[in-house]
């Protein structure tokens, strides 16, 4: 049997033109694009085409477009810019707060917990139910020492999707610092909306935002930060004058090349997308209701990203339902694939109020290029018979599924 991938939230393999883009590029372009040579030029001029593509897509300036690691690395420059520590320490800056999602993703909470012990001010800001923030609790926390505050466009896990222009203009207007002449940074982790949302970073009235390549049919290992022009950035890596001395290092021409690709695929397909994963997303949602009842729903059907379905399987381990759908040929998650391996409930799902055991018996179904009607219905039909197994082994004590 076929695989079934319903996992694009954590990645979605590589498109084929997408493929193909980069091995031309991998044939042809050899030189450095630092190198002062034909072979040079041919690459740099390669590489700003792809800096355009993103640009474009993004409604951004090329010049406002710097090329990364990957969203993590994207996320953890803007920390880093919003508090330069030189030795260390935040609690002598006089601008040491933050504002950041308790949903948001281990790339934003990781570091800023992490600079908590040296000093820095956090507000932790809860979410709905629905796994959304409220838009006075936001404000209430800003003040004039506040430095950074980070929204998570849509959520990994859930596919929440929040109002980022309202919520960053509300943010901006909020705030009058007294000690510095800029309002707080307003930063958007924007990785899990860009296969499906319509993004101008021009009129948005974020500060700077983050990408990643392999969340959109593109090669793992390669994103950008995009930076509002008159913002600056304190450089994570230090050493050559790439990426105009802001991110040291050569530059992965073939990765980027495909992330530009990919862009372009995406701006091309994401209305048409609309349609088609949120009517695959729907249909496994009614398939999995009418065989079992008791599922809980972990996402917003209306107002969630179309091609996330996060549900909650009373009475078995998620963990377990998503090793049995593996020997059946189908990969879906539990969670992010970043914390998969951790014992811990999501800290998404407990945010949202749900149990420890609601939340480890979520499964995250995550659609997107490839998946058709009938491997849809094909699941639909495999599922009762597998959460049965699973349910069964889980009150017998077994654990094992079989
Ligand atoms: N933010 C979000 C919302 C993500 O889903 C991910 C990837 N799981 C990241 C950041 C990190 O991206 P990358 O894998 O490019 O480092």
Redesign the pocket.
Known sequence: MSEIYLDH??TSPVLPEVASCMAEALRELGGNPSSPHQAGARARAALEVARGQVADFLGAQPSEVLFT?????S?ATVIHSAFPTKMGAVAGLERRHVSIGSAD?A??MDPVLQLEKEGLQISLLSVDAQGCLSGSEVLASLRPETALCCF?W???ETGVVHPIAGLAQAATQAVTPTSASEPPWIHV?A??ALATQEIDFSRLGVDSL?L????LGGP??V?ALIVKEGRSLTPLIRGGPQERGLRAGTENVTGILGMGMACRITKERRVQRLQEWGALRDLLWELIRAADPTVSLNSNLSTGLCNTLNVGFAELDGRVLVEALDLEGVCVSSG???SSGSLDPSHVLTAMGRSPAEARSAVRFSLGEGVTQDQIRRLGELLPQIVSRVRASSRNGTGSHG
């Not at 690691?69 to 690395?73: D, I, K, L, P, V």
């Not at 990643?212 to 969340?215: D, I, L, N, P, Q």
């Open positions: 939230n954590a690691s990957g969203a993590t690395e996320n993703h790339s934003v998570l849509a959520n990994n982790d990785v899990q983050s990643s390549a392999h969340k793992k290992g994103g992010a694939a970043c």
